[in-house]
């Protein structure tokens, strides 16, 4: 496993046995709260990403992140991988605050890496669109490419229809939205093929 990766899975592990100890006082300071409540703070842009809310949570984000940040980290190097993970996880962040503040609700903290980690598998689409993936229910194979499609338009659907509540379908949409802007600024600036 690359070192981003690796690190990357380390943190997000470390910071959720912090959370098992300290309980859910974490998240008054460092979940993501919607910008018009006192308990927003900008930090909380890049430190909700490192929050989960139970271990199935952090499970999948980290099977996921190993799953589709080696190939990815090994495709940009090191420090492109870092700075693209982060700013899928902000970019996810940004999106969940415009939807919040335009659909109002109570104000409840968003926490978890899916942004960035919906952020690496629109970079597996988009670097790797003819490989394989088999879904596991129901086990069908298809293309990296037809999977990221699919699976942007159920998060989609599910965002706009209210389907699984609790879950910020908008914000996994905001991961891939900033991943794709950021590889389409190095692809215009002749830095990545």
């Known amino acids: 496993m690359p070192p981003i990766t690796r690190t990357l899975i380390y943190a997000n592990i470390g910071v959720f046995l912090v959370q098992s100890f300290v309980g859910a006082g974490i998240e008054f300071s460092f979940a ?99 490989r394989r993936i088999m879904l596991l229910i129901p086990p069908i194979p298809m293309r990296a490419w037809v999977f990221v499609t699919l699976y942007g338009l159920v998060e989609l659907a599910m965002g706009v229809f209210g389907t699984a509540q609790g879950v910020a379908h908008f914000a996994h949409l905001g991961g891939m939205l900033a991943g794709f802007l950021l590889i389409h600024h190095w692809r215009s600036e002749s830095e990545l093929r």
């Open 32 to 130: 993501l709260w919607p910008w018009r409540t006192p308990l927003f703070h900008v930090w909380q842009l890049l430190t909700y990403g490192f929050l989960h809310a139970s271990f199935s949570h952090l499970f999948f984000n980290m099977f996921a992140l190993y799953m589709f940040g080696s190939d990815i980290e090994r495709t940009l190097g090191p420090q492109r991988f870092l700075n693209y993970y982060l700013v899928s996880v902000v970019g996810a962040a940004l999106m969940q605050l415009m939807v919040t503040y335009l659909m109002g609700g109570p104000p409840i903290p968003t926490v978890g890496a899916s942004g960035g980690v919906f952020g690496l598998l629109l970079a597996f689409g988009m670097f790797f669109p003819n």
